[in-house]
């Protein structure tokens, strides 16, 4: 087929070359991590979760001290089963349901 050394050599690596440019250009489409749209049952449902949440803790008596226990408890009675809820603050912080990421 390739006679030479050097032509073989050149050969293996455009086509080596050729081959990681696709796998970098695929990459970002295999991504299951991008983000999509909401549809419009779960963002009522959201909105549904977060007005519990927040009647819930509008009910607990305030004590500053205590304040992620009671959101706990709000996550943990309203998060829809099988299901964990994240809220995550204006700052980017994710507080999750599981009482070590409190």
Not at 22 to 27: E, I, N, P, Q
Not at 40 to 53: A, D, L, N
Not at 55 to 63: K, M, Q, R, V
């Amino acid at each position: 087929m390739i006679g030479s050394l050097t032509a073989r050599i050149f050969a293996i690596f455009w086509l080596t070359l050729a081959l990681v440019l696709m796998l970098v250009l695929m990459l970002p489409k295999l991504d299951s991590r991008q983000m999509t749209e909401l549809l419009e049952s779960e963002q009522r449902q959201g909105i549904m979760i977060e007005q519990h949440v927040e009647a819930e803790l509008a009910n607990d008596p305030p004590n500053d001290l205590m304040w992620w226990r009671r959101l706990f408890r709000a996550i943990d009675k309203w998060a829809p089963p099988g299901q964990r809820l994240l809220l995550v603050t204006s700052e980017g912080r994710v507080i999750g349901a599981e009482r070590n990421e409190m």
